[in-house]
T-cell receptor, first 114, second 111 residues
Framework: DTAVSQTPKYLVTQMGNDKSIKCEQNLGHDTMYWYKQDSKKFLKIMFSYNNKELIINETVPNRFSPKSPDKAHLNLHINSLELGDSAVYFC?????????????FGPGTRLTVT | DAKTTQPTSMDCAEGRAANLPCNHSTISGNEYVYWYRQIHSQGPQYIIHGLKNNETNEMASLIITEDRKSSTLILPHATLRDTAVYYCIVRARGGTYKYIFGTGTRLKVLA
């Protein structure tokens, strides 16, 4: 029984396309996150939602739009994909206010933009 | 966040203790030492953290030197499933949500 799941695991697409990544957690957590990890292993938070409400929105291009239909799901939609968007995107969840070490991570989605 | 230095790779025989060192000579007084691992591109998995005292949990032990300039993560009985990249991070509690994982140590547990 998977705690935090993401789909797809791999995503290869061309510049300019629009794509979505889905995330679901069955841990009963109220808070969910999206992180981006680049090739230098630099892990940076992008968004955080608490009970479907946006609470953290780092400096991310507005081409990225998170959507939380309910507290168990947090999807990430990316418009007009660029080469620099290539990275591994991780979804995570925790109880409210959870530090990194209190967050449970999904398996990641490796996005490659060509 | 203070910079850390770790060996690029290590091998360990299955069933033996794996000792992973980390240097953090510029650590500040309020900064903790955190250890995470990533198993084959999975999400980061928290292992353990400490400030100045040695710590132990069900996964590992953390030994921090008295001057806090280095630490060692100990996996007491390494298994094949412990093969992963291990990251040592030094940072204050709370703070920004930007985490620099660096290159880490690629631990390979050998059968």
């Amino acid at each position: 029984d998977t705690a935090v799941s993401q789909t797809p695991k791999y995503l290869v697409t061309q510049m300019g396309n629009d794509k979505s990544i889905k995330c679901e957690q069955n841990l009963g957590h109220d808070t969910m996150y999206w992180y981006k990890q680049d090739s230098k292993k630099f892990l940076k938070i992008m968004f955080s939602y608490n009970n479907k409400e946006l609470i953290i929105n780092e400096t991310v291009p507005n081409r990225f739009s998170p959507k939380s239909p309910d507290k168990a799901h947090l999807n990430l939609h990316i418009n007009s994909l660029e080469l620099g968007d290539s990275a591994v995107y991780f979804c995570a969840s925790s109880h409210p206010g959870g530090q990194l070490y209190e967050q449970y991570f999904g398996p990641g989605t490796r996005l490659t933009v060509t | 966040d203070a910079k850390t230095t770790q060996p690029t790779s290590m091998d360990c025989a299955e069933g033996r203790a794996a000792n992973l060192p980390c240097n953090h000579s510029t650590i500040s007084g309020n900064e903790y030492v955190y250890w995470y691992r990533q198993i084959h591109s999975q999400g980061p998995q928290y292992i353990i953290h400490g400030l100045k005292n040695n710590e132990t949990n069900e996964m590992a032990s953390l030994i921090i030197t008295e001057d806090r300039k280095s630490s060692t993560l100990i996996l007491p009985h390494a298994t094949l499933r412990d093969t992963a990249v291990y990251y040592c991070i030094v940072r204050a509690r709370g703070g920004t949500y930007k985490y620099i994982f660096g290159t880490g140590t690629r631990l390979k547990v050998l059968a």
